[in-house]
């Protein structure tokens, strides 16, 4: 019965994992960074980014431009290169475009949160500040390197207009575009202010009595089990409400917006272990004042179908992402469970360059889907991986895919492309090595 | 013959522009036929449009960054159609 016992064993541990991740903590993050992304994909356009990307531009507005344009137009993968592609040979510096193209993928808000909530913020702080520095430092390196050519090449290139055109984004755009990271903030932040209980309420309600301790065998709490209810419920009701809504809103749209408005609040407060004490935590208080706020300016100053567009484009997100993170998670759950500890801490355990090194070959070398790469990383970082290596993993996986090499290289030509990949490789290694470094100082 | 092509690398948003495109076309029945393709290379794209999804008739950009509905493409399809003939 041995291998059936092992499989079922396996099963088991990726099943744990996946609860594990449901529960409040991720859905505090994931929800609305997924709002987030289909927010600035929808609502913001690219020329406000555009603009500051072209050729007359001083260097020191094109590359912090490129960078914040990674952040804000590169959500989907599918977006960044022929961004990139087409922002390149329309007239952008090569050191800007590079720049965007780094920062774009290693700034994923998706990832950016989920990082936060799964391995912690000191990572995902890191990976957004590195990653900007290091982005900028490539460009200005790949434009420094390729001088000569890139004079010749803007002698050449016809003024062609493309980075005159502006766009009035509107106020509101900004403010609710604010707003929602503050959400995004306020609810993941481990802050004594937004963790302290300010009052508790008691549920006028009785609990069953073997529940709280069934779900303790699961490893779950009845607040965790209630979110992942509510995730299972908001799956159809999204489809039903969200797939058509280009074409207009239904009951089960509003029904959608309404629960995921929930999930935050549900996650919010504190649940003392083992009873049914509900702690109004500061962060339930934040949250409601701001989704009051977000949901009225967002009523008075967007038109229907700009809100249709922005629920459209979280959905479409949602769909393409979420599946296969959900496979990766339980995955993962077995991966940890198989590995043997003293590979992940012979290779990367300790804080080495080599180690580093060998943190972004795997990135480089093992294809995830997006956003996968942080529940294996969070494996690895259970099986012993040092948080250095771990970092130059994160860093270089999203960056540099095969497929984003070679379309890359057809774009920019193979010696530039070359060169790129060596520099990522190189900067990934040291950002690891340096957070590791600077991880054992604080 | 009209030449129409939806630029995208395969997410649903290009899915609901190349839905969209084949309804609206089922709806015109252009004379003198069409031919529709699906590009799908990102350099290619590039040089068309920077925001996916995007739609070309008769090599020009005629929307790009969002999903036009059908009643919109059918008009800019019988514009095209126009230009075509004068």
Redesign the interface.
């Known amino acids: 019965m041995q291998p059936v016992t092992f499989v079922l064993d396996l099963l088991w541990a990726g099943w744990t994992g996946l609860l594990d991740y449901l529960a409040a903590h991720v859905l505090l993050c994931l929800v609305p960074a997924f709002v987030i992304a289909g927010y600035m994909s929808a609502m913001i356009p690219k020329e406000a980014i555009t603009r500051y990307l072209g050729p007359k531009a001083s260097r020191w507005i094109s590359y912090p431009a490129a960078a914040v344009g990674g952040f804000v137009l590169a959500v989907c993968s599918c977006t960044i290169l022929p961004l990139f592609a087409g922002i390149w040979k329309r007239g952008a510096g090569l050191g800007a475009a590079i720049t965007f193209l780094f920062v774009g993928p290693a700034v994923n808000i998706l990832a950016i949160a989920y990082t936060g909530a799964a391995i912690g913020f000191d990572f995902a702080l890191a990976r957004i500040v590195l990653s900007i520095i290091f982005g900028i430092g490539i460009g200005m390196l790949m434009a420094w390197l390729f001088r000569a050519e890139e004079a010749r090449r803007a002698a050449e290139m016809q003024d062609n207009g493309m980075f005159d055109q502006t766009t009035a984004v509107p106020r509101a755009v900004w403010a609710v575009f604010l707003l929602l990271i503050a959400v995004l903030i306020v609810g993941t932040l481990q802050v004594d202010l937004l963790t302290g209980t300010w009052f508790d309420v008691r549920l006028p309600v009785e609990a069953p009595g073997g529940l709280l301790a069934t779900l303790e065998d699961l490893s779950l709490t009845p607040q965790g089990a209630l979110l992942i209810l509510l995730l299972l419920l908001i799956a159809p009701v999204a489809y039903l409400g969200l797939e058509h809504v280009l074409e207009g809103f239904n009951r089960w749209t509003y029904v959608s917006m309404s629960l995921v408005a929930l999930t935050l609040l549900l996650a919010a407060p504190q649940v003392t272990q083992g009873s049914l004490v509900v702690g109004i935590t500061g962060r339930f208080v934040g949250e409601v004042i701001l989704l009051v706020v977000i949901g009225t300016v967002a009523a008075r100053s967007f038109e229907r179908h700009q809100i249709a567009e922005w629920l459209w484009e979280t959905w479409r997100f949602v769909k393409q992402i979420f599946p296969l993170l959900i496979v990766g998670v339980f995955l993962a759950g077995m991966g940890k469970a198989i590995l043997p500890e003293q590979w992940v801490q012979t290779l990367a355990g300790r804080n080495t360059l080599w180690a580093n090194l060998i943190g972004v070959l795997f990135g480089v070398f093992m294809y995830f889907p997006t956003l996968v790469e942080v529940p294996i990383a969070r494996m690895f970082l259970d099986l012993g991986m040092h948080r250095g290596p771990l970092l130059a993993y994160l860093l270089a996986d999203p960056e540099l895919s095969l497929q984003s090499i070679l379309v890359t290289g057809k774009i920019l030509g193979r010696r530039k492309t070359a060169v790129y990949v060596v520099l990522v490789t190189i900067f990934s290694t040291l950002a690891g090595y340096i957070f590791g470094l600077a991880l054992s100082v604080i | 013959m009209l030449s129409i092509k939806v630029l ?6 290009c899915e ?1 522009v190349e839905a969209h495109t084949k309804q609206a076309l089922g709806m015109l029945q252009p004379e003198g036929g069409y031919e529709l393709t699906k590009v799908t290379d ?2 290619t ?3 068309y ?4 999804p995007g739609l070309v008739i008769n090599e020009a950009v005629v929307c790009e ?3 036009p ?1 059908a009643s919109e493409i059918m008009s800019w399809l019988a514009n095209a159609l126009e230009t075509a003939e004068n």
């Open positions: 995208g690398p395969g997410c649903s948003n609901k990102p350099l794209i590039s040089e449009i920077l925001k996916t960054g969002r999903i509905d």
